[in-house]
C-alpha cells in the first residue's frame, strides 16, 4: 500500500467531480432543497421536523455517495481505465481508499452545507450535539460509498446501477425505524431490519437527535455502521480483480 | 536494460485462451525479443488483443505459460517495467490530457518531467489542457500511448497504438519506437494494418487464435515470393495445412 498513489487517486477522483459542475451542484443543493421542503409539509405538525430531520439529515449523504460512486466505479471499469490502473505497481486497497478520502472530504461539504441549512435557517433542534450528526452523517456517507463501489462489480451499464438504488437502498430506508418504530413492525421485519446496516445508522443518529442515551447500543451502532463499512470495501477490493476472462 | 543479450524478453509457451466460449487463443507459443519492434500483424478477432493482454497479466488463462523478463507475467515486479496500452484508449473522459498522464505518473512515483516528456513524445504538447471528451479519435488514442510510455518501460505492449491517426504523426511515433527499441526495449505492437508490417524488425502472424508465420518482412516476402504484404499474408494462410 502507498499513501503516494493513495492521495494520487483521491485527487484524480475530486478533479473528476469538480469537471462536472452540475452534478456538484445538484449534490449540495439538493439536500438543503429536501430539508426545507421537510420542513414546510410538516409546517402543521413542527414536532415531526424537529424528530425526523437530524435523522435525515445524516441519512442524505448515504444515498448520494451511493449513487455517485457506483456510476464512478462503473464507468471505471468501463472505460478500461480500471483494467490499466491493475497494471500498474498499486495496491487495489490504494483505489479504494483513494475514493474514500474523496468522498468523505465531498460529504463533509455537503453535510456541513445541509446542517447550516437546516440547524441556522430552518431552526432544527437536536437533543445532542450537532457535530455529532455532521460526524454520523459523513460515516453514512462512507458506509453509502462503499456499499456502491461494491455493487458497481454486479453492474454493466449505468441504468442497471442506478437500479441498484431503488433495490439496495429504499428497502433499508423503509425498514431502518425511521417511517414506522421497528417495535411496531412484523417480528420477520424486525429480524431483516436487523441485519441491514442502515438500521444502525438511523438509530445512531436518533439518539443523538434525542439527546441520548450513549450507551452500549449507541457504541454498537456505530461500531456496525463502521464495521458494515470496512467489510463492504473489503468485498469491494475481492470485485476488483486483476484478471479477467 | 536488464534482461541478458540473446535471451526474449516475453516467451510464451503454450498458451490457450478461451474467451466467451470461443477459442482466442489456440495452444500458441512464441518469443519476443529485446532491442527490435515485434509486429503482431492479424485481422481483427485474430486473438492479437487477447494475446497483449496475457502478456501484461490481465488475461484469464486456460493453459499454458507467458514469462516477462523471466517472471510470470502480470508478476507485481513487472507492474513498473511494462507499459501497456490497450485497444480502446483507457483514458479518464473528465480530465484534461495532462490530468490524464499525471495521475498514471503519480501512481508509478515519476516526476512532472517524465509527465511532460510523455506527452511531447506523443506530440500532445499544445491539448495538455484540453478535457479527453473533447478530443478526436486520434488525440485520444496518443494520451493512451502518452500513459504506456511514461517511465521508459523495458516492455511495452502496445495494442494497436497508431489506428486512425495521421501520417506525419504515425511515422514519428514508430521513429519513436525504433528509439526505445534501439536503447534496449522490448516492443510488442500490433496492428490491422498491413502497411505497418514493414516498420516492423520481425512480424508475428497471427489468424483464428494460432501464428501463421513469424519472420522479418524479408523473409516472409522471400519465402512466400510475394511482394505486398498483403499478399504475403495470404500465400501464408493458403499454405497452412
Known amino acids: ?56 439529515l445524516g441519512l442524505f449523504p448515504f444515498i448520494s455517495m451511493f449513487l455517485v460512486t457506483s456510476i464512478t466505479m462503473l464507468r471505471e471499469r468501463l472505460s478500461g481505465t480500471l483494467e490499466r490502473l491493475m497494471t500498474l505497481p498499486l495496491h487495489k486497497l490504494d483505489i479504494l481508499l483513494g475514493y474514500a478520502i474523496a468522498f468523505a472530504l465531498f460529504a463533509a461539504v455537503q453535510v456541513s452545507l445541509v446542517s447550516a441549512v437546516a440547524f441556522g435557517l430552518l431552526g432544527l433542534e437536536v437533543g445532542g450535539p450537532k457535530w455529532a450528526v455532521v460526524v454520523l452523517a459523513i460515516g453514512n456517507a462512507l458506509l453509502g460509498m462503499s456499499l456502491g463501489l461494491f455493487v458497481s462489480a454486479f453492474a454493466t451499464t449505468e441504468f442497471q446501477a442506478v437500479q441498484f438504488m431503488p433495490a439496495l437502498v429504499f428497502p433499508q430506508f423503509l425498514l431502518c425505524g425511521l417511517f414506522v418504530a421497528r417495535e411496531d413492525m412484523a417480528d420477520w421485519l424486525r429480524v431483516l431490519s436487523a441485519l441491514l446496516p442502515l438500521t444502525y445508522a438511523y ?25 458494515a463499512t470496512v467489510l463492504l470495501l473489503v468485498l469491494a477490493a475481492g470485485t476488483l480483480r486483476r484478471r479477467t476472462p | 536494460m536488464t534482461s541478458a543479450v540473446g535471451a526474449p524478453s516475453i516467451r510464451v509457451e503454450g498458451l490457450r485462451v478461451v474467451r466467451g466460449g470461443k477459442v482466442a487463443l489456440d495452444g500458441i507459443s512464441l518469443e519476443v525479443e529485446p532491442g527490435i519492434v515485434t509486429g503482431l500483424l492479424g485481422p481483427s478477432g485474430s486473438g492479437k488483443s487477447t494475446l497483449m493482454r496475457a502478456a501484461v497479466g490481465v488475461q484469464r488463462v486456460a493453459e499454458g505459460r507467458v514469462t516477462v523478463l523471466g517472471l510470470p507475467a502480470g508478476s507485481p515486479g513487472l507492474r513498473s517495467r511494462v507499459g501497456y496500452r490497450t485497444q480502446a484508449p483507457s483514458v479518464y473522459a473528465d480530465l484534461t490530457v495532462y490530468e490524464n498522464v499525471r495521475y498514471f505518473g503519480r501512481v ?29 479519435g486520434g488525440q485520444l488514442a496518443r494520451v493512451a500511448l502518452a500513459m504506456a510510455l511514461l517511465g521508459e518501460p523495458e516492455v511495452l505492449v502496445l495494442d494497436e497504438p497508431t489506428v486512425g491517426l495521421d501520417p506525419l504523426l504515425r511515422r514519428d511515433l514508430w521513429d519513436t519506437f525504433h528509439a526505445l527499441a534501439g536503447k534496449g526495449a522490448t516492443l510488442l505492437v500490433s496492428s490491422h494494418v498491413m502497411d505497418e508490417a514493414d516498420r516492423c524488425d520481425t512480424l508475428l502472424l497471427l489468424r483464428e487464435g ?19 504484404l498483403d499478399a504475403v499474408f495470404l500465400r501464408l494462410i493458403e499454405e497452412e495445412p
Open chain 1, 1 to 56: 500500500m502507498s499513501p503516494r498513489v493513495t492521495v494520487a487517486t483521491a485527487a484524480r477522483v475530486l478533479t473528476q467531480l469538480r469537471r462536472d459542475p452540475r452534478t456538484v451542484a445538484l449534490l449540495l443543493a439538493v439536500p438543503c432543497v429536501l430539508v426545507t421542503l421537510l420542513k414546510e409539509v410538516f409546517a402543521g405538525r413542527p414536532s415531526v421536523f424537529q424528530s425526523i430531520g437530524g435523522p435525515l
Open chain 1, 203 to 227: 438509530d445512531a443518529l436518533a439518539k443523538v437527535a434525542a439527546g441520548g442515551p450513549y450507551g452500549a447500543r449507541f457504541v454498537a451502532d456505530v461500531a456496525v455502521t463502521a464495521g
Open chain 2, 108 to 136: 508509478l512515483g515519476l516526476t512532472p518531467a517524465a509527465v511532460g516528456e510523455a506527452i511531447e513524445t506523443v506530440g500532445l504538447g499544445d491539448d495538455v489542457g484540453s478535457v479527453a471528451n473533447r478530443l478526436s
Open chain 2, 210 to 228: 494460432r501464428i501463421v508465420a513469424t519472420g522479418t518482412p524479408d523473409e516472409l516476402r522471400r519465402r512466400t515470393g510475394a511482394d505486398e
